[in-house]
């Protein structure tokens, strides 16, 4: 057995059953802390991972495209000129690989994958790699994010026989898709300490002739194993666990992992990781009394205070970049995905629900401001991601972070201007250079940069709170605000000047979904209503070009053409689990946020259909994919983490609880029930693997809350109780405009509706629970005491 050193990796979410729960860490940056992965195998084969990376000098560029170049993902363009005779995964490939049998080699990342672009660039473009790839294996690219079932099997088994898992996965299969060995990046050339991907492709392809028994019998041992490990079923339990014990013991692990001084549950590298901001909220509403309640809202609020002080938000275009590479929130990896973006929206609007400071609201509006300029398309859709990378000038190779980095001298010139009643002398440029760290040197240190393509760069950080920086200048506080923001607009229009990172403009209905509850939430809790705007225009624009009228279903993905045209893969890519979850709670936060029922009438077909497509009758919960898209892959998976982006199954479970509070439909109260009790062994477990899903346990062994509201949703007293309700932090409720007409779907759905009654024809609210109903009142300081007692 070998176990051979590979270099630095980052892994996807923490490592199986134990762990606090992480971003998904996307490809890694070259500043992060090295960290060493080892796969095991039975024979002697290395794996790869971010070692020294010795550069593999390839010839002329390839001219001849391959079948890539037919394809819409971003990320297969990008290989689509390499010399190596790529293959999309399906059936084309599995017959190639059975008739002439060779093993597959399985290479996934996406687009704005850092690593995935350096191992494009030094093995992929490599024509003695590239032919080595072509006549000895069936070579198979994926795109992560079109295939996230894929992706999913092979990293769990990369993550089961290692110490991690990330992007670029490299995973070797036999004709039968069974894995054999796997691993992330791979240097082109053996290094002092690693083994080269080269040497890799010469011993697999050795073993694969010599030892080929021995390899099929030792894959279908790990598959074996794999399955029985992965299994999530409700076996003979009836009831889910104690949601209080969940609690308890989720809290718990948090609160041990808390960084005190800096926010955060890591040293570094360090993730925003909202679904655990989430749960510290709910846990501090149903704790407010306790000290363990203070503590929880006390670490979710400074988690997000530092967050947005730090160098991971770019205060110059707004946004938040993937990850800290420090425990400070300082050194980010630069790359910008629409989900971070869309989940840490409703994050800081919670926080300036619970808090009413409107730092949080502005750091909230900021984030969505960003994704209207830079991640929107004029039909209502948004898309994936803005790279890390990008040229510091024109023509020249790129580097990671150049369009968000800023020298001291660039400051000076682009801020000259004295400032006024200080009381020394001082320009703007000054200023806001200390204001937010920047110094002559450079703030990044060489720790973080080992390339030393920063040297001299800084990036933006607050130092100092407005006042201080106001007193110790002598100037007023909002004056300083001022200078601060017109300097700051300065920046970012001389940034427009620089080349602009890669952006990856495929849309992804999940990933929609989600900002449609982003701009649905942050508009209603805001009373902004352009924001609900663009969460309107998100839903039409899913519902336009992502979903199939004929079948019900969704579509994963759809691509940005030319001339701001829409364009679809041939034959199209169809949803997921986490597409139909997503969309549905979008969907629900929409219509709470608008009153317009037709989006309430769409999710409750789509959960229909994702219940139809996805949901495990005899072991109870979802499937990640459906039976028929996955098939051939040996394993057929329920997504058991809260990572990055919350499991598809915990969102299932909140949006159950809400459809039942819309419709009374007993059946999803029932789906719910199982579900929970499917993923008792894996919360009883882990209950901080799954802080979402602790979160709807915790739902369901409370009480939800039917808020209606009956009222004209055009007059002014309806939408002054409407605000009331959205402007407290209420988790566990559904939001209910009943206008008065009994044949209104929502009161086809609930009859109880039509026995409600204005009072003195002014709008009129009701909390009830349990089929009981409080007394109505009709000012909103009156409805305010009855939800928040």
Known sequence: MSHLPSPPQKHKGEHKGHGLPRGSERGSSARDKDRSVTVNSTVPMPVGGKGSRTSCSPSTLQKVPNRLINEKSPYLLQHAYNPVDWYLWGQEAFDKARKENKPIFLSVGYSTCHWCHMMEEESFQNEEIGRLLSEDFVSVKVDREERPDVDKVYMTFVQATSSGGGWPMNVWLTPNLQPIVGGTYFPPEDGLTRVGFRTVLLRIREQWKQNRNTLLENSQRVTTALLARSEISMGDRQVPPSAATMNSRCFQQLDEGYDEEYGGFAE???????????????????HRLTQDGSRAQ???????????????????GQGFHRYSTDRQWHIPHFEKMLYDQAQLAVAYTQAFQISGDEFYSDV???ILQYVARHLSHRSGGFYSAEDADSPPERGMRPKEGAFYVWTVKEVQQLLPEPVLGATEPLTSGQLLMKHYGLTEAGNISPSQDPKGELQGQNVLTVRYSLELTAARFGLDVDAVRTLLNAGLDKLFQARKHRPKPHLDSKMLAAWNGLMVSGYAVTGAVL?????????????????????????GRLMRTCYAGPGGTI????????????????????LLDLYEASQESSWLEWALRLQDTQDRLFWDSRGGGYFSSEAELGAGLPLRLKDDQDGAEPSANSVSAHSLLRLHGFTGHKDWMDKCVRLLTAFSERMRRVPVALPEMVRALSAHQQTLKQIVICGD???????????????????????????????????????????????????TAYVCEDQACSMPVTEPCDLRKLLHP
């Open 713 to 763: 949703p055009q007059a002014k007293d309806t939408k002054a109780l409407l605000q009331c309700v959205h402007s407290i932090y209420i988790p566990n409720k559904v939001l209910i405009l009943a206008n008065g007409d009994p044949s209104s779907f929502l009161s086809r759905q609930l009859p109880f509706l039509s026995t409600l009654r204005r009072l003195e024809d002014r709008a």
């Open 567 to 586: 364009e679809h893969s041939n034959p199209p890519c169809w949803g997921f689990l986490e597409d139909y979850a997503f969309v549905v709670r979008g």
């Open 298 to 316: 006390q670490m979710a609020l400074h988690t997000l205070k530092m967050m947005a002080n730090g160098g991971i938000r770019d205060h110059v």
């Open 527 to 551: 009373g902004l209503e352009r924001l609900i705007t663009y969460a309107v225009n998100g839903a039409k624009f899913l519902k336009r070009h992502m979903f199939d009228v004929a079948s």
């Open 268 to 286: 570094a590298p360090k993730f925003p990781t909202p679904v655990i901001l989430n749960f510290l909220f709910s846990y501090w509403l149903s």
């Open 364 to 366: 909230a509006k900021g």
